[in-house]
């Protein structure tokens, strides 16, 4: 299981609905960088209510995402 912490949130424009959307940055503990639509992440609560999703850099993984 890999950790990977917040750092930043940014708006961008979604390509098909043309609206605005928070997109939640993360800095991977193997040094990757992905982001994730903000308002998905209260959806993947795990049992401990942390966040965690398929690891997009790491296959076959979960990754939990910290300090949001």
Same mark, same amino acid.
């Given at each position: 299981?890999?950790?990977?912490?917040?750092?930043?949130?940014?708006?961008?424009?979604?390509?098909?609905?043309?609206?605005?959307?928070?997109? #939640?940055?993360?800095?991977?503990?193997?040094?990757?960088?992905?982001?994730?639509? #903000? #308002?998905?992440?209260?959806?993947?609560?795990?049992?401990?209510?942390?966040? #965690?999703?398929?690891?997009?850099?790491?296959?076959?993984?979960?990754?939990?995402?910290?300090?949001?």
């Amino acid at each position: 299981m890999s950790k990977a912490r917040f750092f930043v949130e940014v708006t961008v424009i979604d390509p098909k609905s043309n609206l605005p959307v928070e997109v #939640s940055m993360f800095k991977h503990q193997n040094g990757g960088i992905f982001g994730i639509d #903000s #308002s998905y992440i209260t959806s993947v609560l795990c049992e401990e209510g942390t966040p #965690s999703i398929n690891d997009p850099l790491e296959p076959n993984d979960i990754v939990i995402l910290k300090d949001i």
